[in-house]
Every structure is written in C-alpha cells, then in structure tokens.
C-alpha cells in the first residue's frame, strides 16, 4: 500500500469541513467524516488507479485523479506516484471545482 502526501490546501480543505460537521452536526457527525476520508484514502492508497479523471481536461491537470467520500459529498483529488499519492485537495462536489482547484495556497 502506498503512502500517502497532504498538500496544505487538501488538509485545510479537510480541517474546514470537519469543522463544519461538528459546529452544525456534532462530534459524531465529524468523526464520521474523517472516518470516510480515511477510508478513500486506504482505497486509493491500494489501487492508486481507481480514481475518476473526470476533471483532468478541464483543470488542463493530465495526472489528476479525484475519488468521492462515502456518504459525504466531497471529492478527493490526487496524483499517483511511484512511491506515494499526492492529496491536492478535498472538495465538496457543489463547489466550482476548476476554480477552487486553481485556488494558490
């Protein structure tokens, strides 16, 4: 299984949305998000190549990979190495995802 890299965007983007579980759900509603986020990264960790290149043209980012969190509606975007995955963000699938993808630390 590969390891996997949190670019800063991708753990604010989680860091924001956990919050945001908790302010308006609860503590479990939170720990549930992060148990889904974990559980999609264990999944691409396993199979790196199993990620949807949906967005690759339109973000003109050919090695993008993004994968949907169960029960939440957020995608997870990434690149698959040699070695390890890159997270590069965690988006809720409502959002303008080209423009928030572009989006400079």
Do not use: N
């Not at 753990?11 to 889904?36: C, H, N, P, T």
């Not at 973000?59 to 949907?68: A, G, K, T, V």
């Not at 990434?78 to 080209?98: E, F, G, K, S």
């Amino acid at each position: 299984m590969m390891s996997a890299r949190w670019r800063p965007l991708a753990l604010q983007d989680v860091e924001a949305a956990a919050a945001w579980y908790g302010s308006e759900a609860g503590m479990q509603r939170e720990l549930a998000f992060i148990k889904a986020l974990e559980s999609a990264v264990a999944v691409i960790a396993r199979h790196p190549d199993v990620g949807s290149s949906r967005y690759a043209m339109l973000l003109q980012l050919p090695e993008i990979l993004s994968w949907p969190l169960k029960g939440y509606p957020y995608l997870l975007f990434y690149t698959a190495h040699a070695a390890d995955i890159v997270i590069w963000r965690v988006l809720q699938m409502q959002r303008d995802i080209p423009a928030w993808m572009m989006d400079s630390p």
